[in-house]
């Protein structure tokens, strides 16, 4: 059996993990297993349940330093994200810890007849095992955000980490051990057929990765009748109105863009600026080139390696291509290290229709145009076939409010980066960066839970019952 290797980006000579895929006829009996577990889990007062999801929060901050410095290694995220990513996760876990308390339905008028007296209620309940399938980038956070409310809600979860961040979610796992019913959460490392054969055992599935692979997932769920979500790629836009302050918001643009190289599904790819770009260029080319470029581990680095030698390469490949078709770059490259790096890297000139604009390059690449006016923004940030997030920055209420209600992505950011993300609120983008409903937030206790209507009414009363 060939073993599968996370390496680490920045001294890819660092195997971090080696793990033998969990094979498809594997996952099926583990899918049992976790299936039969869930009987009793769904049965569970929440107090139970609450105190297993806490009690994995309470783990997590008790690693913090160790989860911190594994992220950093395996997918050479920043040390001051990964922080920052393990204490989200805690925070997720205590977020939907506290959600086993949440309502599971809500009361209607019942339509009865009067000698009938009763009640009309919907009831959610779990729907039995989870399959999630996640990628590097996020590798404790997006894990966590999926498990966490399968959990709350009362299913049993088969996890499929992505083969470059195999520790990771080994740390998943070992976070719930102990606290959850045997079998009830199984991590299964593999490749795309051990993420096939997840899919085919669950009853409900979410993933979260390429667009190529989402597509594959949504049509091997949707075929097998389960519900799905998707979330994938984005080419998000950042708008910026003649009134916004060239030197605070090219900062903000810059680690929208270029932080952790790049590889966040909500990074910042486009920069539409209204009216004339000169001004607010010059800021961003400083605004990059004050980005600390290097080893992950450094507490002020902001920009890393990329996560493989095919990655860096596509990127490098993109910038080319590019140039070919009369792109311009405008910032300087790095000095050459060990380690999967590439140079942040702003473009302009570039035809709007170019794939660096109009694909998803995944790297630390974004491309500034100019436009006349805020239609021609909206209509520019609105043209490429993803659709996950914009940002629009300035100080004119009523622009801000046009171009607001003018763009088409799922998230839209006024004055603030891209890249934030709020687990306490509905997640997720339209067009080709989405398919299904949102996650996080209490969209997520929806989407693990099916919604029973009840109408329960008393047998009828006699006449003597009706005149006591
Ligand atoms: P990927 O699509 O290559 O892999 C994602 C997961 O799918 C991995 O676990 C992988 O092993 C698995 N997989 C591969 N083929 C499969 C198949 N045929 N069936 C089932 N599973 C399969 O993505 P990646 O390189 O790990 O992550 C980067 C991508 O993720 C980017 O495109 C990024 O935009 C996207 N992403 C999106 C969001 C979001 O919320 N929209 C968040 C983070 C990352």
Redesign the pocket.
């Known amino acids: 059996m060939t073993l599968i290797q996370s390496r680490s980006p920045q001294n890819p000579d660092d195997i971090v993990e080696e793990r033998v895929p969990v094979t498809p006829e594997h996952v099926q009996v583990l899918a049992g297993r976790v299936r039969a577990a869930q009987l009793t889990w769904r049965r569970q007062d929440p107090s139970s349940r609450a105190a297993a999801l806490r009690g994995a929060a309470d783990r997590l901050r008790t690693r913090a330093d160790e989860a911190t410095a594994l992220i950093v290694r395996e997918v050479g995220k920043p040390a001051m994200e990964a922080r920052a990513e393990v204490s989200r996760a805690a925070a997720i876990l205590d977020y939907y810890a506290q959600s086993c308390f949440a309502p599971t339905g809500e009361l209607l008028a019942p339509t009865l007849p009067a000698n009938q007296p009763g009640l009309l209620f919907t009831e959610r309940r779990p729907r039995g095992v989870a399959g999630l ?6 590798p404790l956070a ?1 894990p966590v955000w999926k498990a966490a409310p399968a959990l709350a809600a009362g299913n049993g979860v088969l996890l ?5 961040a195999l520790a990771c979610g080994n740390l998943v796992q070992q976070l719930f051990d102990g606290l959850l019913p045997a079998n009830l959460l199984h991590v299964v490392p ?3 057929d051990t ?2 054969a ?2 085919q055992a669950a009853d409900v599935a979410s ?8 597509r ?2 949504v049509a ?1 769920a949707t075929q097998g009748g389960l519900p799905v979500q998707a ?4 080419q998000n836009a950042a708008v910026v109105l003649p009134d916004a302050d060239p030197a605070t918001t090219a900062i903000m643009l810059a680690g929208a863009a270029m932080g952790y190289a790049g590889q ?3 990074a910042t790819r486009r920069i539409i600026v209204v009216g004339d770009a000169a001004v607010f260029t010059e800021a961003l080319v400083a605004a990059v080139a004050a980005l600390r470029v290097g080893d992950p581990t450094n507490v002020d680095v902001v920009v890393g390696p990329v ?1 493989t030698e095919a990655a860096r390469h596509r990127v490098l490949d993109a910038v080319t291509a590019a140039r070919a078709a009369g792109g311009r770059v405008l910032t300087n490259d790095i000095a050459t290290r060990d380690g999967f790096y590439v140079a942040p890297t702003l473009l302009d000139s570039v035809d709007p229709g170019h794939s660096v604009a109009c694909e ?1 390059t ?1 790297g630390p690449v974004a491309t500034i145009f100019a436009v006349p006016n805020v239609r021609a923004a909206a209509s520019l940030a609105n043209s490429v076939r993803f659709g ?1 997030v914009t940002s629009v920055h300035g100080r004119d209420i009523g622009r801000l409010f046009e171009l607001t209600k003018a763009i088409d992505t799922g998230l839209i950011r006024v004055n603030a980066p891209t890249t934030g993300v709020d687990f306490h609120a509905p ?3 339209e067009k080709a ?2 398919h299904g409903p949102r996650e996080q937030g209490t969209a997520a206790l929806d989407f693990y839970t099916s919604l029973h209507t009840v109408t329960f009414a008393t047998p009828p009363l006699t006449s003597a019952e009706e005149a006591s």
């Open positions: 399938v996640t990628p590097w980038n996020f997006i499929k980490p992505s083969p470059s593999g490749g795309a993420g096939q997840v899919i993933f979260t990765g390429s667009e190529s692979v989402g594959k997932v091997a979330e994938m790629g984005g966040k599904c909500t996560i998803e995944f996950l997640f997720g983008g960066s989405s």
